[in-house]
């Protein structure tokens, strides 16, 4: 809108995340949730598509990107611009055993991704916790009996505290904690002082049993099939690269991965992200896929009484497949799962045309007529009502294919894939089951003469 924002609401948290209830509703829809204090987030919510054109969220994203740039002592920084989000674009799964190996070869697999153009985002899942203060117990505390529960328990009551009793005050329960004073608690030197009680009942000093160390943790642990786990993600700019390239080139026989195994011993990668939902969808389709066509050539046969005149009647399914991929030509668009979904939802439209051809030679020769005459007849008869089914069915797609909403962006490639589908197996059937009628008739007449037997039509 002319004079107008672009920018709708913003909203910035320190130490807690938005999470948005509904993906329809303003910024105010939102409720926090705690998190580690050392994280934060902006959040910006866009006029809608059709109101700022030419500049897409990506872009904008991307934009912000480029202006930030590199802030020292962040260590993961992300840019994000998805009303919808599946996963990160590119996501490996490092597993391995040892942590050491495991970060060397995620640091060298985000190393390698910023060498492809337009991958953006690096991140990994290794999230190391702040300093922390670390209990190891000395031989003579070994010798004492103490065991790292026994004394991590008595520095925890001595520093957080330990429950000595609850009170009702009204509808609330009221804990309280004994635990040294303030002024104790504040120092690793008030913990070497700190007396520790041995199994025998006998007191000594910490220092004496066991040693404070400075040191980091781990905030989380990520195990798959019990071997720790570090993802890394990244997100890319489709109009430079794909995230499909990008796993192909890395996975190249005798490539980086490769390489990355021998360098790194004991490790495995796996892949999550768009490729792995990719990959677990077209599986679930191709396993899907056959059965349905079992079960269309099942609903064909058994109205013709015939095994042949189903497979001209599926004739079209091909060619409806054809014109999927030139509708995504035409319109300059890329194919996607959604496209798929319409290819496979198509495979069941098409056969429309072609079932009503077949059935009206099928009545015409039934009346006792020439079956060229029959074939003749039906594709004049019959042009125009498959004609107009398949340009009513093309023209209620339409709107969804020229929508510019981001609404309907998911759903514009299955639309595509349905209404050029269509047209193109209809004007190809038009003139290929006739012929293939035909050319059945034919054979079925050339083996009755060799084996010597009668003829019913196919």
């Given at each position: 809108?002319?004079?107008?924002?672009?920018?709708?609401?913003?909203?910035?948290?320190?130490?807690?995340?938005?999470?948005?209830k509904?993906?329809?509703?303003?910024?105010?829809?939102?409720?926090?949730?705690?998190?580690?204090?050392?994280q934060?987030?902006?959040?910006?919510?866009?006029?809608?598509?059709?109101?700022?054109?030419?500049?897409?969220?990506?872009?904008?994203?991307?934009?912000?990107?480029?202006k930030?740039?590199?802030?020292?002592?962040?260590?993961?920084?992300?840019?994000?611009?998805?009303?919808?989000?599946?996963?990160?674009?590119?996501?490996?799964?490092?597993?391995?055993?040892?942590?050491?190996?495991?970060?060397?070869a995620?640091?060298?697999?985000?190393?390698?991704?910023?060498e492809?153009?337009?991958?953006?985002?690096?991140?990994?899942?290794?999230?190391?916790?702040?300093?922390?203060?670390?209990?190891?117990?000395?031989?003579?505390?070994?010798?004492?009996?103490?065991t790292?529960?026994?004394?991590?328990?008595?520095?925890?009551?001595?520093?957080?505290?330990?429950?000595?009793?609850?009170?009702?005050?009204?509808?609330?329960?009221?804990?309280?904690?004994?635990?040294?004073?303030?002024?104790?608690?504040?120092?690793?030197?008030?913990?070497?002082?700190?007396?520790i009680?041995?199994?025998?009942?006998?007191?000594?000093?910490?220092?004496?049993?066991?040693?404070?160390?400075?040191?980091?943790?781990?905030?989380?642990?990520?195990?798959?099939?019990?071997?720790?786990?570090?993802?890394?993600?990244?997100?890319?700019?489709?109009?430079k690269?794909?995230?499909?390239?990008?796993?192909?080139?890395?996975?190249?026989?005798?490539?980086?991965?490769?390489?990355?195994?021998?360098?790194?011993?004991?490790?495995e990668?796996?892949?999550?992200?768009?490729?792995a939902?990719?990959?677990?969808l077209?599986?679930?389709?191709?396993?899907?896929?056959?059965?349905?066509?079992?079960?269309?050539f099942?609903?064909?046969?058994?109205p013709?009484?015939?095994y042949?005149?189903?497979?001209?009647?599926?004739?079209?399914?091909?060619?409806?497949?054809?014109?999927?991929?030139?509708?995504?030509?035409?319109?300059?668009?890329?194919?996607?799962?959604?496209?798929?979904?319409?290819?496979?939802?198509?495979?069941?439209?098409?056969?429309?045309?072609?079932?009503?051809?077949?059935?009206?030679?099928?009545?015409q020769?039934?009346?006792?007529?020439?079956?060229?005459?029959?074939?003749?007849?039906?594709?004049?008869?019959?042009?125009?009502?498959?004609?107009?089914?398949?340009?009513?069915?093309?023209?209620?797609l339409?709107?969804?294919?020229?929508?510019?909403?981001?609404?309907?962006?998911?759903?514009?490639?299955?639309?595509?894939?349905?209404?050029?589908?269509?047209?193109?197996?209809?004007?190809?059937?038009?003139?290929?089951?006739?012929?293939?009628?035909?050319?059945?008739?034919?054979?079925?007449?050339?083996?009755?003469?060799?084996?010597?037997?009668?003829?019913?039509?196919?």
């Amino acid at each position: 809108v002319q004079g107008e924002s672009i920018f709708r609401h913003m909203m910035t948290t320190v130490g807690q995340q938005p999470y948005a209830k509904t993906q329809s509703q303003g910024a105010g829809d939102y409720v926090l949730t705690l998190t580690s204090g050392h994280q934060g987030e902006v959040h910006i919510e866009l006029l809608p598509s059709e109101k700022r054109p030419g500049t897409s969220s990506e872009e904008m994203a991307l934009m912000w990107k480029e202006k930030v740039g590199q802030i020292p002592g962040v260590k993961d920084i992300t840019f994000t611009a998805s009303l919808f989000s599946s996963g990160a674009a590119i996501e490996f799964q490092v597993e391995g055993e040892d942590y050491a190996v495991l970060q060397r070869a995620v640091d060298q697999v985000k190393q390698k991704l910023t060498e492809f153009d337009g991958v953006y985002s690096i991140a990994d899942s290794f999230d190391q916790a702040k300093l922390e203060t670390q209990i190891r117990l000395k031989p003579l505390g070994i010798e004492l009996g103490l065991t790292p529960s026994t004394i991590g328990q008595q520095v925890r009551q001595a520093f957080f505290g330990a429950e000595a009793q609850r009170v009702q005050r009204g509808n609330e329960e009221i804990r309280i904690m004994v635990r040294y004073p303030q002024d104790e608690r504040d120092s690793v030197y008030h913990l070497n002082r700190m007396m520790i009680q041995l199994p025998s009942g006998q007191e000594v000093p910490f220092s004496q049993v066991a040693e404070a160390v400075p040191g980091a943790g781990l905030n989380t642990i990520t195990r798959v099939d019990g071997r720790r786990v570090i993802n890394v993600t990244a997100s890319v700019d489709s109009s430079k690269v794909t995230a499909n390239e990008v796993v192909q080139a890395l996975r190249a026989p005798g490539g980086f991965f490769e390489q990355l195994k021998i360098d790194n011993p004991g490790i495995e990668l796996g892949f999550e992200g768009e490729a792995a939902d990719q990959r677990e969808l077209m599986g679930g389709i191709i396993q899907g896929f056959p059965l349905a066509i079992m079960i269309i050539f099942a609903l064909l046969a058994i109205p013709f009484k015939s095994y042949l005149q189903p497979f001209i009647v599926m004739s079209a399914i091909p060619f409806g497949l054809v014109g999927a991929i030139l509708g995504h030509l035409i319109m300059n668009m890329e194919l996607t799962i959604m496209s798929v979904f319409g290819i496979v939802a198509l495979s069941g439209v098409v056969v429309n045309d072609n079932l009503v051809l077949v059935d009206f030679i099928n009545r015409q020769r039934d009346k006792g007529g020439d079956i060229l005459q029959a074939a003749k007849i039906a594709g004049i008869s019959r042009f125009r009502p498959i004609l107009l089914t398949s340009l009513t069915t093309f023209a209620g797609l339409t709107p969804l294919i020229l929508e510019t909403s981001v609404q309907a962006k998911f759903l514009i490639p299955m639309a595509v894939s349905l209404a050029f589908g269509v047209m193109f197996a209809t004007m190809i059937s038009l003139l290929l089951v006739p012929s293939l009628y035909l050319i059945l008739h034919d054979l079925k007449e050339f083996f009755s003469r060799m084996t010597g037997s009668g003829n019913t039509h196919g």
